[in-house]
């Protein structure tokens, strides 16, 4: 095998670390929580950081009329399926492909990662704006607008009391590394294609 | 400018000079508090926490509070022996059994000595026993969640003072009798007293994993009073030892007839062998009467059940068990030093403080050298058994507790202050005044081998003029000393509930980690806990309604109640469906002739109401639990005890 295969062997299988680590995290620190209140996401599951979390961003959410944090959502299905088959594609290639088809499939995870992300912008995005009209607290921003509480995509920001930091946690890191190794791939192949040509 | 410089330098310097001259003296006088490196002693950052828990007493209130040490904050009131209307403690159906009794249900006791439970002599922070004094009683307080799950009443015994102290692994909490009674009780002259009265020490098992309380074996002792005890510990492990007094068996102006002898005595008592001798079929069952209550955490309830037979041991039978230390005049506080070799008797009408010699004590026992006996039990030599004594140290000593570090800090009642004193020389180290009257003293881990000999506190009896006056009745109140250096230094006064007694302590890292943050609504067992809210709902069974209710920020589930009568008996059966630490929720109903409940994250707890009136009553969260705790509320429509009025409820929406 050669040493491009190998490395585009290892780029199809680090995303599968998904399945181990979360993709995401979303902290919520305030004066009343010392411990913040935290939310992990997997590509299949939210989870608690410490015990009763999601509830409790629940309880504190329903005062200005967000929705609950579903229990699931349908990209719980999806993602996970879209990683399986890519992995698939990825060994598939580390096997059978040349250095071209390891950039085909670095192209490939970029789309479907930024697609991800938008998807995960927008399901903020109707979390903190499409609020219950009969919510308890109503605010508006200083023009008049509706106050919405979308915690950030990445980075952090300040929602009323509460300070949202929102950031990738490991399962990303092995899906960024899996991509970023597949461009090597890429590069390492075309390099040996080149000095395979020049001889 | 240089010149100015300077001139001020000097002065700072002269000032430095007088202020830590000052200094030296100050902590040998009584003001030593005002010097600012005392205040930094006890000065505990906001939001910073104390070093050390200390669990004190609260004499006849019946409770048990917890304070921090140095701080001397107070962070809760535990209710214990007595009802607590702000925590619901034997008002609510599920704690009052909690003080049920043989004599019914005695809401008040005065509580006396706390004492932590210890594995391998050391302090273990897992649970707290304390002695009811009244109506004999042990509780224990489970340190995960800071409540009282445990009650055990004592029968044979009366005024149960000599309690309740734990032995090295916790094996036994020892109760001891403070009156000699008729054993059993029967109706008998009180002349004749002497000879017919028996005291009774109980040894009270304490099972391992989750300290369930079991009498073991009461040993009927000749009608002295038993006044303290204190267990052996390391080489003296398996021992016991009881302080007595009145050993002339008086029964009336004990001031002057149990103050008679010169000596009265400690009763040594080899429990092991006891144990032995019980385990072998040992003992008499004798019929008795006492409840026994305990509280389970999965149901939250608590269960009270009498008990009718207890075992009972005759000292004559089990030979070379029990012996009789002579310690001079009416001694009180009975301790034994981290090493258990030293058996200290403060005899609180001597001029001097004796202290036996476990080690001597073995031999005397051995080569039976006794000086007669006690209605058949061995009596030692003084001498024989003599380490030796503090030659007037002070006058009336109570209590002694010990450093680890070879000294022994003794009270006095009378002449009002603690008295350092050095094992084994018997040498006066140190005094300090207490303000006043002090009681009992205790080092943190004291009653243990490893005493973390940082501070001790004193409780005293007395405050007169030490805080602002309240009327008649002013604070009592409790001293900090730092003893980590040769002398003692006061560092802090500080109010206490009730009247302190004994107190026990031991570092916060012991308990902190292990104490509970909330209830876990899954693990919730009450039988009529309603875990959501689609499981609320109102039932009637003749003229008992059960209201299945939930609370959660900001409302009650359901908040309208039609149907219920006149005449009716209302359990609200609340269940609180947070899940977060510190939010609790209260509730209280206008007219209900109990208190509020105060229901903690994932707990069930039920009140109830008997409505008299017809009417709309409201009932609303006592708890200010959130922004919207105002709008925490609801109605009970009370009709006629005639009326066809059906039974509904609601939330969210009206009832049709």
């Not at chain 1, 088959?85 to 580390?94: N, P």
């Not at chain 1, 300070?163 to 597949?182: C, D, E, N, Q, V």
């Not at chain 2, 003992?283 to 008990?307: F, I, Q, R, W």
């Not at chain 2, 030692?380 to 022994?408: R, Y």
């Amino acid at each position: 095998m050669k040493k491009s295969n190998i490395i585009m062997l290892l780029a199809a299988i680090l995303p599968l670390g998904l399945f181990l680590f979360p993709l995401w995290k979303i902290t919520l620190e305030a004066p009343q929580y010392p411990t913040p209140l935290g939310m992990y996401i997997y590509i299949n599951d939210f989870a608690d950081a410490n015990p009763h979390d999601i509830k409790n961003i629940n309880l504190m959410n329903h005062y200005v009329g967000m929705k609950y944090i579903p229990e699931a959502i349908p990209e719980f299905k999806i993602f996970p399926a879209g990683i399986l088959v890519t992995t698939v594609i990825g060994l598939i290639i580390a096997f059978k492909g040349n250095y071209k088809w390891f950039l085909y499939w670095f192209i490939l995870m970029i789309v479907l990662s930024s697609a991800g992300l938008y998807d995960f912008y927008l399901w903020e995005h109707d979390y903190g704006h499409n609020l219950d009209p009969r919510a308890i607290m109503k605010f508006t921003n200083p023009d008049g607008t509706q106050m919405g509480f979308q915690p950030p995509l990445f980075g952090t920001k300040d929602i009323l009391n509460f300070r949202a930091h929102s950031y990738p946690r490991l399962g990303a890191y092995f899906l960024a590394l899996g991509i970023g190794t597949s461009l090597i791939a890429y590069l390492v192949g075309k390099k040996n294609h080149k000095k395979y040509s020049d001889v | 400018m240089k010149n100015i410089l300077k001139s001020i330098a000097a002065l700072v310097t002269v000032l430095i000079a007088f202020t830590s001259c000052n200094d030296t003296k100050k902590s040998d006088s009584k003001s030593g508090a005002l010097a600012s490196n005392v205040a930094e002693k006890v000065y505990v950052a906001p939001g910073e926490h104390d070093e050390f828990y200390a669990f004190i007493s609260g004499g006849f209130s019946g409770q048990l509070s917890v304070y921090g040490l140095p701080s001397g904050r107070l962070f809760k009131v535990i209710p214990v022996f007595s009802q607590d209307a702000e925590k619901a403690w034997g008002y609510n159906e599920e704690t009052k059994p909690m003080l049920e009794t043989s004599h019914g249900f005695v809401p008040w006791d005065d509580a006396h000595h706390p004492d932590i439970s210890q594995t391998a002599g050391e302090i273990d922070g897992r649970w707290v026993f304390i002695n009811g004094n009244n109506t004999p009683r042990i509780a224990k307080v489970d340190l995960s969640t800071f409540e009282t799950t445990e009650i055990i009443e004592i029968p044979n015994s009366a005024g149960n003072h000599s309690s309740s102290f734990v032995t090295e692994n916790t094996e036994y909490v020892v109760a001891g009798t403070r009156f000699s009674v008729p054993i059993p009780q029967r109706d008998m002259p009180i002349k004749d007293y002497k000879g017919n009265f028996k005291g009774s020490l109980t040894f009270i098992s304490v099972e391992p994993e989750h300290g369930h309380m079991d009498i073991k074996f009461q040993l009927i002792m000749p009608g002295f009073d038993y006044d303290l005890s204190h267990p052996g510990r390391g080489k003296s492990h398996g021992w016991f030892f009881f302080t007595t007094y009145n050993t002339e068996e008086a029964s009336t102006l004990l001031e002057v007839n149990a103050s008679q002898n010169d000596k009265d005595f400690i009763a040594a008592v080899n429990w092991k062998k006891i144990e032995e001798y019980v385990n072998n079929g040992g003992g008499t069952m004798m019929p008795a009467n006492y409840a026994h209550n305990v509280y389970d955490e999965s149901t939250h309830m608590a269960t009270s059940t009498l008990k009718k037979e207890v075992l009972t041991v005759n000292p004559l039978d089990v030979p070379g068990a029990v012996f009789l230390l002579p310690t001079p005049k009416s001694p009180h506080g009975c301790d034994v030093d981290p090493t258990g070799e030293y058996i200290v008797g403060n005899g609180k009408l001597s001029a001097n403080l004796t202290v036996h010699s476990f080690t001597k004590m073995l031999d005397a026992i051995e080569n039976e050298k006794f000086a007669g006996d006690a209605y058949g039990i061995p009596i030692l030599n003084f001498e024989d058994v003599l380490a030796g004594s503090v030659e007037q140290p002070g006058l009336g000593p109570l209590h002694t507790e010990f450093d680890g570090k070879g000294n022994a800090y003794t009270t006095f009642f009378i002449s009002s202050e603690v008295v350092k004193w050095k094992l084994g020389t018997w040498e006066v180290v140190d005094r300090q005044p207490c303000y006043y009257s002090v009681g009992h003293l205790m080092i943190p881990g004291g009653n243990s081998q490893k005493p973390w000999g940082k501070y001790v506190v004193a409780m005293n009896k007395i405050t007169k003029d030490r805080y602002l006056p309240t009327g008649p009745e002013v604070t009592q109140s409790a001293q900090l000393y730092d003893i980590s250096g040769e002398k003692m230094e006061l560092l802090l006064d500080f109010p206490t509930i009730g009247e302190p007694h004994y107190a026990a302590g031991c570092p916060a890292d012991l308990i902190k980690p292990r104490s509970k943050k909330l209830f876990p609504l899954e693990e919730n067992n009450h039988p009529y806990a309603a875990k959501s809210e689609a499981d609320t709902k109102v039932v009637r069974d003749g003229n008992i309604v059960h209201v299945y209710m939930t609370m959660i920020r900001s409302h009650f589930a359901p908040d309208n109640i039609e149907g219920v009568k006149v005449g009716d008996k209302v359990y609200f059966h609340v269940t609180n469906l947070e899940q977060d630490y510190d939010v609790p929720h209260g509730v209280s109903m206008i007219g209900a002739n109990t208190s509020e409940l105060l229901i903690m994250p994932g707990q069930t707890e039920t009140f109830l109401w008997e409505p008299k009136q017809e009417g709309v009553w409201p009932f609303y969260c006592t708890d200010f639990c959130s922004a919207l705790h105002q709008e925490m509320q609801g109605y009970v429509r009370v009709s006629a005890a005639n009326a066809n009025t059906p039974l509904k409820w609601s939330l969210g929406e009206d009832i049709e």
